[in-house]
């Protein structure tokens, strides 16, 4: 596909995702949200997709909304104050990169953040959602949404707690500040920090990692089992998952070319694929609507 915003190359089983607008340092629009989006349909029904890496063209990763985009602040029209509840449940007015984020959350690839330059704003929480996080000595972080007079957004207040820890979120939220890789690192969020000539290549090499050596049937269950029980009441959703999954997956034949690689010493060729052999029981989820419930007080 051609992007405006974007741009797309797969080779040897990896997506590189590239946000292209490098004179406005990537900074986030209504087009580059949907095109993420079909960039990550396209990524899902492709098997021969096996991990994907987001970066950004240029010196920054992303800088944030466009504030020249009439459709920057999607989610802040004062219309959402009104009483009428078809007014909180008109689709239109939901957030922007909370639409990219929860595609992110629903993937069924590994997702990489090469962080090359500047994220803030948006381009700091559509981060969030994406599996593993490096960073150059360049790149800058912010939580800037208190200094614009607004809140975080991208469903960042359940993402980021879930990453940092509740204390580091509401430190780098409250303050709004921007800082650099190394404290994104000691913060949590942010894996390793690279020379910017090293970034992509260390970027590439966790990808092939993944690519090369595993099952992407069983790479896809782990990463939604992942995610989904991070906000799970009990430990006994887990383990009702596991169950279905463990049962599912040791009677597949990637379980028994897994053992038969390890024995014979050499790289497994696993065969199902995401496309077709997902188990029966997947989704196991109802995915919620969206759907607003009327404040105190206010008419039904």
């Known amino acids: 596909m051609t992007y405006q915003t974007l741009t797309t190359h797969t080779a040897d089983g990896v997506m590189v995702l590239t946000l292209n607008r490098p004179d406005r340092l990537n900074a986030f629009t209504l ?3 949907q095109e993420m989006i079909a960039a990550l349909d396209v990524a899902d029904a492709d098997d021969d997709v096996r991990a994907i890496i987001v970066t950004g063209e240029g010196r920054g990763f992303c800088a944030g909304v466009d504030l020249d985009d ?4 999607t989610s ?6 009104s009483t009428d509840p078809a007014v909180w449940n008109d689709p239109t007015n939901r957030d922007m990169g909370g639409l990219v984020a929860l595609r992110l959350f629903n993937c069924l ?11 803030v704003g ?3 929480t559509m981060q969030l959602p994406m599996d593993i996080r490096i960073a150059s000595t360049s790149a800058r972080f912010g939580f800037v949404f208190a200094r614009r007079g607004i809140v975080p957004e991208a469903a960042s207040s359940w993402f980021l707690p879930r990453l940092v820890g509740m204390s580091q979120a509401l430190e780098w939220c409250y303050s709004g500040r921007v800082f650099d890789a190394e404290e994104a690192m000691a913060g949590g969020l942010v894996r390793s920090v690279h020379d910017p000539e090293d970034l992509l290549a260390e970027a590439h090499r966790i990808a092939r990692e993944i690519a090369d050596s595993t099952a992407p049937v069983s790479i896809a269950l782990t990463r939604q089992m992942m995610w989904r029980m991070a906000g799970a009441a009990h430990p006994m959703a887990a383990h009702q998952i596991d169950s279905r999954g463990i049962a599912a997956r040791s009677g597949s034949a990637d379980a028994a070319e897994g053992v038969a690689s390890f024995m014979e010493k050499r790289a497994p060729v696993f065969r199902d694929k995401v496309s077709t052999d997902m188990p029966g029981f997947f989704p196991w989820w109802d995915e919620p609507e969206w759907t ?3 404040r105190k007080g206010e008419p039904k």
């Open 109 to 119: 690839k590994p997702v990489i953040a090469a962080v090359n330059g500047p994220a």
């Open 122 to 124: 948006i381009g700091m």
């Open 70 to 73: 009439p459709d920057a602040f």
């Open 76 to 81: 802040a029209r004062p219309d959402m104050t």
């Open 31 to 33: 087009v580059m949200m």
């Open 292 to 294: 607003m419930a009327p």
